[in-house]
C-alpha cells in the first residue's frame, strides 16, 4: 500500500498543471550586470595604431571578407554620403552603420558579438570580428566630446540624462545599489518619447550623435545619444510603469554612472 500511495503521488505530482508564464518569466529573466565578457577596450595608448591598421593596413577589407552582413552594411553606410566636421570618412560610416534606420539587422548582431566575446584578449583577438567598427565607434565618441551642449538636460559636470530601450523587455531584473554595464554600445534619446524606454540614464561619457541625415538614408529617429559599453553605472531606482499592453506594468531601472571599467586594453595591438 505505501508504494501504491507513493506512486499515486508521484503522477498527481506529474499531471499537476504548471502555470507556463510564470515558468518562462523565470527561466527569460536577466539580470543587469557588469557584463565582464563584452568588448570594453577603449584604445587608451594605441589609437594611432589601431586607426593605421584601418587605413594602411587590410583590417577593415580582411573583416568586411569575413563576414558579408558586415559588408553590406558598411557599403550601405558608406552611400549614405554623410560629412560631419572633425570626424574622417571612416568614423562617419562607422557611426551612420549603427544608428541608421535601413538596416537595424546587422547592429544587432554586432552588440550580440561584442557582449559575448571579450571575456579576455584572447577571445577578443580570434573570434571577435568586428574589431575596426568596435575602435571607431568609440574613437568617434572621443571626437565628439563637447556636441552636448547643443540640445541635452545636463549638469554641471557636463552628463547627459537619456533614455533608452534595453531590448529585453519585462525579463530584464536589477536592485538598488547595483554596480552595472550596458555590455555594448547603447543607442539613447533625450527625450521620453516611447513607452519601450525601460531605461532613465544619466551619462556622463555618452555624447550627442552629430546629424547623419542625407538625401539617401536616415539615422534612428530620436535617438540622438551614444553611450559607450566602459562606462559604469549603479542602478539608483527600480519602479513599476504602466506599459501599452492592456494596461499592464513594466519595470523601469534609473542608472546614474559613477566612472568607467574596463578589461580589454589595447588588446588587439598588445598582442603585435
Known amino acids: 500500500m505505501k508504494y ?13 498543471p504548471v502555470n507556463s508564464a510564470e515558468c518562462q518569466c523565470r527561466c527569460d529573466e536577466e539580470r543587469l550586470n557588469m557584463e565582464l565578457s563584452s568588448v570594453d577596450d577603449r584604445y587608451p595608448t594605441c589609437r594611432e595604431e589601431m586607426m593605421g591598421n584601418i587605413t594602411a593596413g587590410d583590417l577593415l577589407t580582411r573583416e568586411r571578407q569575413a563576414s558579408p552582413s558586415f559588408s553590406t552594411a558598411w557599403s550601405q553606410a558608406e552611400r549614405c554620403n554623410v560629412t560631419v566636421a572633425n570626424l574622417t570618412d571612416l568614423h562617419v560610416t562607422a557611426l551612420t552603420l549603427y544608428t541608421n534606420t535601413y538596416n537595424r539587422t546587422f547592429p544587432l548582431i554586432f552588440d550580440v558579438e561584442a557582449r559575448s566575446l571579450g571575456p579576455d584578449a584572447n577571445v577578443y583577438r580570434r573570434y571577435f570580428l568586428f574589431k575596426s567598427l568596435h575602435f571607431l565607434l568609440t574613437d568617434a565618441l572621443r571626437l565628439l566630446i563637447g556636441r552636448e551642449e547643443a540640445e541635452a538636460e545636463q549638469d554641471g559636470k557636463g552628463c547627459l540624462l537619456v533614455y533608452a530601450d534595453s531590448g ?31 531605461l532613465t540614464i544619466r551619462t556622463c561619457h555618452g555624447h ?10 536616415r539615422s534612428s529617429s530620436g535617438l540622438n545619444v551614444l553611450v559607450p559599453p566602459y562606462e559604469l553605472f549603479r542602478v539608483v531606482a527600480v519602479k513599476k510603469v504602466p506599459s501599452n499592453w492592456r494596461g499592464a506594468l513594466t519595470w523601469h531601472f534609473y ?3 559613477i566612472g568607467t571599467m574596463t578589461n580589454l586594453n589595447c588588446a588587439m595591438t598588445s598582442a603585435m
Open 255 to 257: 542608472l546614474e554612472s
Open 4 to 16: 501504491l500511495a507513493g506512486v499515486l503521488l508521484l503522477l498527481a505530482t506529474m499531471l499537476t
Open 208 to 217: 550627442l550623435l552629430p546629424r547623419l541625415h542625407s538625401r539617401h538614408c
Open 168 to 198: 529585453r523587455g519585462d525579463n530584464l531584473r536589477g536592485e538598488v545599489g547595483d554596480q552595472v554595464r550596458t555590455g555594448h554600445f547603447v543607442l539613447a534619446s533625450t527625450r521620453r518619447y516611447s513607452s519601450s524606454f525601460d
